[in-house]
């Protein structure tokens, strides 16, 4: 549920008109609505115990206005670096609500959320233990930590954004769990408060996520009977969505909130969750123009001025993105099949193949539907093209929450070396 839909034969993101938006800030841009990021968190929120910190996973949507809307309604953060940490705390997260992940923490990024009295840092090695614990014993600190462990589970995920399986590069293996708790116990600056699991993400069937609980579960009692004190249980995000209108939704979050109470039952652990593309995808789109529509040989290409640089997702995974006309189709509207491509000069800038949709021309508005999550914070500058802006809608208001960084600002990111000045 989101609150995209056609009004007088125009999309709108809640009160507020695409194509009014279009002229007003220019294509392509994000466009968020207030109200859809609000109703997934309150229905993730109403599913999981009451006393449960969401920590809403920066990395799938960074904009201080997405951070600060959720942060009104309680939410945490997942951060996984000392950027998305000062974001968060920028858009007005307290401290004690956020928990920093990551495999690669550096030096600088511990202390700062050392410092900032973060809620809990997620471990996901040896070394790094033991780095956090001499930063922690020279600042005269101790840190709270969960060991992230890797339960050997697959999340029938995608290649590319699974984690969860033995030889991954994130967490700890199961086998050596025991083993590494033991090491941090012996550690000053470390205080162990729990355990940490995170198998994947767009994971649309609720087994791989009961099976790895499970065996967190397990592990959990059996490092409470080792002397450890394992109070949270961070559970970590995942859950997928519905990224095509024709296929079985994934469960919802209240069919995931009765399968955590059944597997954490009895276990009195705080419980941790780190959703983000639960929270975000479906509550962003991608609005973007047509540049031109060329005829190929045999099929015909729908050409955008939106590119892989804006929205990365196809290139990368493979990733299907509904794409909608701003402008409705009315009954009787030709339709027409194309491959939907960027300007960038890759061949991989390609949104879609073979789409059947509504027939489209030179200036028509387009709509990526899904886009909120992993969209804008995957965009890059490549081919120098600006980042598209992104837009915050709330109800019949908007707020242009990150510009378009003109051009002189982006030549001005590079410098002359002055032997060529
Ligand atoms: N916690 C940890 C430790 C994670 O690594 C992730 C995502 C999350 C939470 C949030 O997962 P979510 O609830 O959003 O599934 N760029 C890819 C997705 C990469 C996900 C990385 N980790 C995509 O566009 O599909």
């Excluded at 990395?59 to 206005?65: H, R, S």
């Excluded at 009315?330 to 300007?343: K, L, N, Q, S």
Aim: glycine letters at 10%; charged letters at 20%; a neutral charge.
């Amino acid at each position: 549920m989101n609150h995209f839909a056609y009004k007088s034969g125009s999309l709108h993101a809640e009160d507020v008109d695409l194509a009014v938006l279009a002229r007003e800030v220019g294509t392509p841009f994000y466009c968020y609505s207030s109200a859809t990021l609000e109703r997934h968190y309150r229905a993730f929120a109403a599913a999981v115990p009451k006393d449960s910190l969401i920590a809403f996973s920066v990395k799938a949507n960074g904009n201080l206005g997405v951070l600060r809307t959720l942060a009104r309604l309680g939410a945490g953060a997942d951060v996984v670096s000392g950027g998305e940490l000062r974001k968060a705390l920028a858009a007005g997260i307290t401290a004690e609500r956020i928990v920093f992940s990551g495999v690669g923490k550096t030096k600088a990024e511990m202390a700062l959320g050392l410092e900032a009295g973060i809620h809990q840092f997620n471990v996901e090695s040896e070394p790094e233990l033991d780095a956090l614990n001499v930063i922690a014993l020279a600042k005269g600190l101790v840190a709270p930590v969960t060991l992230r462990i890797n339960p050997d589970v697959d999340a029938k995920t995608h290649a590319k954004i699974t984690t969860g399986t033995a030889e991954s590069k994130f967490g700890i293996p199961i086998s050596r769990a025991r083993e590494a708790y033991a090491a941090a116990a012996r550690l000053d600056g470390i205080r162990i408060v729990g355990i940490d699991v995170h198998i994947g993400s767009q994971i649309t069937e609720l087994a791989p996520f009961e099976a790895a609980f499970a065996r967190i579960v397990e592990l959990a009692k059996v490092l409470r009977a080792d002397g450890h004190d394992i109070a949270r249980l961070d559970l970590g995000g995942g859950l997928g969505v519905s990224y095509r209108t024709d296929n079985t939704p994934p469960p919802d979050p209240s069919a995931y909130g009765a399968m955590v109470e059944r597997a954490t039952r009895g276990l009195g652990a705080r419980l941790i969750f780190e959703p983000g593309r639960l929270i975000a995808a479906n509550a962003g789109v991608l609005v973007a123009q047509v540049l031109y529509v060329k005829q190929g040989e045999t099929k015909a290409f729908a050409i955008l001025d939106a590119g892989m640089n804006d929205l990365l997702r196809p290139a990368l995974y493979e990733a299907h993105h509904e794409i909608v006309s701003v402008a409705e189709p009315m009954p009787g509207h030709a339709r027409a099949r194309y491959d939907v491509v960027g300007p960038v000069c890759e061949s991989t800038d390609v949104f879609a193949q073979g789409r059947e949709m509504a027939a489209l021309k030179a200036g028509d508005l387009v709509a990526f539907l899904t886009a909120g999550a992993y969209g804008a914070v995957m965009s890059s500058a490549y081919n120098a093209r600006p980042p598209a802006p992104e837009v915050l809608v709330k109800g019949e208001r908007w707020s242009v929450v990150r510009p378009r960084i003109g051009y002189d600002a982006l030549i001005a990111t590079d410098r002359i070396p002055d032997w060529l000045a």
